[in-house]
Structure formats: structure tokens, C-alpha cells
């Protein structure tokens, strides 16, 4: 239910994209290792970049260039708190255009199991710092659901449907903004511990007090346990 | 005097089963009607439920097997098939509340000894017998003492520090049978 409504609003707002609207077309390849320290810590390592293809406006000029916005290296400690969830606390650094910066990440992860899929609760903040702008605040939750395509469990061999639904409200300086993202991916589990996942990352920004910023992002991730 | 040994006896089988806990592992996966045994479809399409039966090739530490699945009347129900289509046994799922008072002490007292603190999660009520009896139980015209009964029952345990996600399965008494420490799948892809 909440998907269907999350869709329509999508639909809503897409629906409403006007000549001033924006958009961006690209990739977003990322790599994520996993390190079990114990039974309860484990540390992960993500890099993940942002390779834009093309931007313009809705119905308007649009440029085809190749551009690498952004590159992501994240180092993230969790432990598990319970038997469905996890804290966890991480460091980032943003390699973008010639500045880098720097970020805290927290994050509080439910996974819930369910007779025939797994649903995902996660709860972040970020806290960001860079030498030539203020800092910025985002506050962050995401919905997961992992469905098997055969079976009741996502077992070796086997592809699923992973549906992310994420709302992410930044402040900076005073001012906020809030953007969605709705990411709809196959996986396939080459064994518990390698995955891979592909499929559209939409992302909506800037879209409360102007006209709103849309990316769409050919979304790979590789998933891999050492 | 003899209640002490009674009780001392039990302990030590619970903390025997639990000494050598084992870890399950279990993968599943659907299969087409068309692909189940003959023997095992005949068997299902002769049970009166007016519901949707799903089947899954299911592979163990044990071997293979064929599942049925359903869901009937809020209840879910499994019959489990070796691969040539014989039946092995039938699944139920229980309510705690319609357990057998004297049963359930005999569980929780179980579980009192196995962990410092336990919820249940779900039980399942096993019946084993001939494939008449176990059709004539689903369809609710037999008693379940035509057949040999097993409980198995997912708690979520806790012993020393964070709590774990435990198989049990139980005599008909409520003596404690095995014990398996359920293992869950990598969860990377959707915590990062």
C-alpha cells in the first residue's frame, strides 16, 4: 500500500514536471565489502561514484556530456543490537568537482522476515563538513522489501526484486529541502556472501519550493561479504 | 525426592540437546504443478480445503524433498513429500492458547532452563502417520492421536548477549527432542 501511494505521488509530481523542471541521466556503479569482526561487529567499505550522461529541462534543451560528479568512500562499524537490528556509526569522504568533504553517517537498520520476503527499516543521519560551505544536517529513512522470484527466500542461484523508498530532508544554513528517492532493482545471489543488484534510481529533489530537480541513474551495486 | 530426580533427569537431557545445538540449513525453491510427483498431487487434490496450494523443491542437511503449502482458515499448512511423492509428514500451525495446559508447562519449563529470557514465534504441530491417516486429519475426520505428534516451535532466545532466533522440537509430552540455531541470510544489501 505504501508503494501504491508512494508510485502515485511520483506519478503526481512527474505529472506536474514543467518546462522548468529539470533532469539528469547517468549511472551510479557502487561496491560494498563486508568484514565480520565477531559474531556481533562487522566493519563495511562502500565506494560508490555518480556518472552523469546527460541533463536538461522537461520539453526543453537538454547537453549529452560524460561527467563524474561525485565519488563516494564510506567506512561504516556496525554492531548488532538485537536479533533484527543493527547500530551503526561511519566516516565518509566526497571527492566532488575539486573539493572534498567529509561526513559522520549514524544509522539504525530493522530487517524484519516475513514468511516470503524480508522488509528493511532504515533510520540515518549525516552530518557533512567541507572547508568553503557551511555544514549540512540530513536526516533519512528508508524502506526495503527484498521478494524472491522463486521460492519463499532468496536463495543461491536465484534472482529477486529489491524496492527501496527513501525520504531525505537536508538543512543547511537555514535552509531545508527534502527529496525522494524510489529505486526499484533486481538482484542476483551468486551465494550468500556476493550479490548483485541493477535497475533505476529515481531521485526528486528541490521540488517543495521551485521547480524539481529529477535524476535518473542506471543504478549497479555489487555486494560482496570477505 | 523423586519429582528432584524427575526434574534433574530433564535437565540434563535439555542441556545435552542444547550442548550439541545444531545450525539449519534450509533452501527452497517454487516448483510447477507439473513437475510434483503424481503420487504427491493425487494426495493434495484429495484434501477439502478450498484454498491455494503452492509447492516448493526444498533442499536440506537431510536431503530432498517435495512441500505443498497453504494457507487455510488463517491457519498455514504444509505437507512435506519425498522426491518420488511419498508423503512424509503434515504441518499445522498451532496456537499456543490451544495447547494442552499440562504440555505447555513442560515447554516453558524447557525453555526457562535453555534461556534467561524467550518469546515464541510460531509453532507447528507434526504429524506422522499413514497417508490415509494424515489425509483423513487434514480433512479434519480423524483425532490426532491416530498419529505420532512432534512440536516445533521458533523462539526467539536469549542466553548470553544478544538474543537468537531458535528451532525446537518437542515430544508429544513435551520433552525436548532437538534444538537448532536458526541462521540468517546476509542482510548487507539492505542495511547499506
Known amino acids: 500500500m505504501r508503494y501504491f501511494i508512494t508510485m502515485l505521488l511520483l506519478v503526481f509530481f512527474m505529472g506536474k514536471a514543467t518546462a522548468q523542471d529539470t533532469y539528469l541521466l547517468g549511472t551510479l556503479p557502487s561496491l560494498s565489502l563486508n568484514k565480520g569482526i565477531n559474531s556481533n561487529w562487522s566493519l563495511n567499505l562502500k565506494a560508490e561514484s555518480r556518472l552523469r550522461f546527460m541533463q536538461g529541462e522537461f520539453g526543453g534543451n537538454s547537453t549529452s556530456d560524460l561527467h563524474l560528479q561525485l565519488a563516494d568512500f564510506a567506512l561504516t562499524a556496525s554492531r548488532k543490537t538485537g536479533l533484527n537490528n543493527a547500530l551503526a556509526g561511519g566516516y565518509l569522504i566526497r571527492l566532488r568537482r575539486e573539493q572534498t568533504f567529509y561526513c559522520f553517517i549514524q544509522q539504525f537498520t530493522i530487517v524484519k522476515r516475513y514468511e516470503s520476503f524480508r522488509m528493511a527499516h532504515r533510520f540515518s543521519s549525516d552530518q557533512t563538513f567541507n572547508n568553503d560551505n557551511p555544514w549540512e544536517l540530513r536526516l533519512r529513512y528508508r524502506i526495503t522489501a527484498e521478494i524472491p522470484l522463486n521460492g519463499q527466500s532468496v536463495d543461491p542461484g536465484e534472482f529477486y526484486l529489491k524496492l527501496n523508498n527513501e525520504y531525505l530532508n537536508g538543512w543547511q544554513e537555514g535552509d531545508s529541502d527534502l527529496e525522494i528517492r524510489l529505486v526499484p532493482l533486481a538482484g542476483f545471489v551468486f551465494n550468500d556472501s556476493n550479490k548483485l543488484e541493477f535497475g533505476l534510481d529515481y531521485r526528486m529533489f528541490s521540488f517543495i519550493d521551485g521547480n524539481s530537480c529529477n535524476g535518473f541513474w542506471f543504478n549497479i551495486g555489487w555486494f560482496l561479504k570477505v | ?192
Open chain 2, 1 to 192: 525426592m523423586k519429582r528432584l530426580i524427575i526434574a534433574s533427569m530433564l535437565l540434563f537431557c535439555i542441556f545435552q540437546i542444547d550442548a550439541n545445538a545444531q545450525k539449519k540449513f534450509e533452501q527452497e525453491s517454487r516448483l510447477k504443478p507439473a513437475d510434483v510427483p503424481k503420487v504427491a498431487r493425487q494426495f493434495i487434490d484429495a484434501v477439502e480445503m478450498d484454498s491455494n496450494w503452492k509447492w516448493y523443491f526444498e533442499e536440506n542437511l537431510q536431503g530432498n524433498s517435495v512441500e505443498a503449502k497453504t494457507k487455510h482458515q488463517g491457519k498455514r499448512y504444509s505437507v512435506e513429500f519425498d522426491t518420488s511423492g511419498k508423503i512424509q509428514d503434515v504441518e499445522v500451525e498451532k496456537i499456543w492458547k490451544e495447547m494442552d495446559e499440562q504440555l505447555r508447562g513442560s515447554i516453558l519449563f524447557a525453555l526457562d532452563s535453555l534461556f534467561n529470557s524467550h518469546k515464541l514465534d510460531k509453532i507447528q504441530i507434526h504429524y506422522v502417520a499413514e497417508t490415509n491417516v494424515l489425509l483423513e486429519i487434514l480433512n479434519k475426520k480423524a483425532d490426532q492421536t491416530d498419529s505420532k505428534i512432534q512440536y516445533e516451535i521458533m523462539v526467539k532466545g536469549k542466553k548470553n548477549g544478544r538474543p537468537k532466533l531458535y528451532e525446537l522440537t518437542f515430544t508429544e509430552s513435551g520433552e525436548l527432542l532437538e534444538s537448532l540455531e536458526i541462521i540468517f541470510r546476509n542482510t548487507d544489501n539492505l542495511e547499506y
